[in-house]
């Protein structure tokens, strides 16, 4: 049954923690499943990460702006840009508008994305223990892909996809952990807060 009226919010801005988390971690979980080669890079793809990975994330960072969240502003925003920066990576050389990324380009372009990853996840530190999780798996993510690309061994790129997909599912349960946790008032799903 649906509730007739929403959860109470505080400062009267929804939550905008559970629109970046899902879409950061089913555009995630669909990357990966590629990547540890179920199916090919394909248009379904390339669309989430523009949509949905890319461009609720932006939106669901301004709110944060909003709510006056800096670490939720800088992660959502950045992130969302990363998902329209990788599409652009794939499609602009398809369209004859640059040049394909060398290898040693995309490790570059991962090891950034890595580095800014494994600093946000100071941040977590004083949220909850579902953040750190996901923060943590998506260093590992992104020095797995780098490993990947640097060496070429498909082995490691499709065990990057694997532990990619449990970073995403670990997005996904955090952000509908919010939401269950706010609609019904009480712990639903735990996302363990850090008490400080």
Same mark, same amino acid.
């Given at each position: 049954? $649906?509730?007739?009226?929403?959860?109470?919010? /505080?400062?009267?801005?929804? !939550?905008?923690?559970?629109?970046?988390?899902?879409?950061?971690?089913?555009?995630?979980?669909?990357?990966?499943?590629?990547?540890?080669?179920?199916?090919?890079?394909?248009?379904?793809? *390339? &669309?989430?990460? +523009?949509?949905?990975?890319?461009?609720?994330?932006? $939106?669901?960072?301004?709110?944060?702006? /909003?709510?006056? !969240?800096?670490?939720?502003?800088?992660?959502?925003?950045? @992130?969302?840009?990363?998902?329209?920066? *990788?599409?652009? *990576? $794939?499609?602009?050389? /398809?369209?004859?508008?640059?040049?394909?990324?060398?290898?040693?380009?995309?490790?570059?372009?991962? &090891?950034?994305?890595?580095?800014?990853?494994?600093?946000?996840?100071?941040?977590?530190? /004083?949220?909850?223990?579902?953040?750190?999780f996901v923060f943590a798996s998506l260093t590992i993510l992104f020095f797995l892909l780098v490993a990947g690309d640097a060496t070429g061994n498909a082995t490691i790129k499709?065990? &990057?996809? @694997?532990?990619? $997909? +449990?970073?995403?599912?670990? &997005?996904?349960?955090?952000? +509908?952990?919010?939401?269950? !946790?706010?609609? @019904?008032?009480?712990?639903? *799903?735990? +996302?363990?807060?850090? !008490?400080?």
């Amino acid at each position: 049954m $649906i509730p007739t009226t929403p959860a109470p919010v /505080k400062d009267g801005i929804a !939550n905008p923690a559970p629109l970046g988390l899902c879409a950061f971690g089913m555009t995630t979980v669909l990357l990966n499943i590629h990547n540890a080669g179920f199916f090919e890079m394909n248009s379904m793809i *390339l &669309a989430m990460g +523009i949509f949905y990975g890319g461009l609720a994330q932006v $939106i669901a960072g301004v709110i944060e702006a /909003k709510k006056n !969240n800096t670490f939720g502003l800088t992660a959502f925003t950045s @992130y969302g840009f990363f998902w329209l920066s *990788l599409v652009g *990576l $794939i499609v602009m050389p /398809k369209l004859g508008w640059a040049t394909a990324p060398s290898e040693g380009a995309m490790c570059a372009y991962l &090891a950034i994305w890595g580095v800014f990853t494994f600093l946000l996840f100071f941040g977590t530190l /004083k949220l909850n223990r579902a953040l750190q999780f996901v923060f943590a798996s998506l260093t590992i993510l992104f020095f797995l892909l780098v490993a990947g690309d640097a060496t070429g061994n498909a082995t490691i790129k499709h065990l &990057a996809g @694997y532990e990619g $997909i +449990i970073c995403g599912a670990s &997005a996904i349960y955090t952000g +509908i952990a919010n939401v269950l !946790n706010e609609v @019904y008032g009480r712990v639903v *799903l735990p +996302i363990g807060p850090v !008490n400080v």
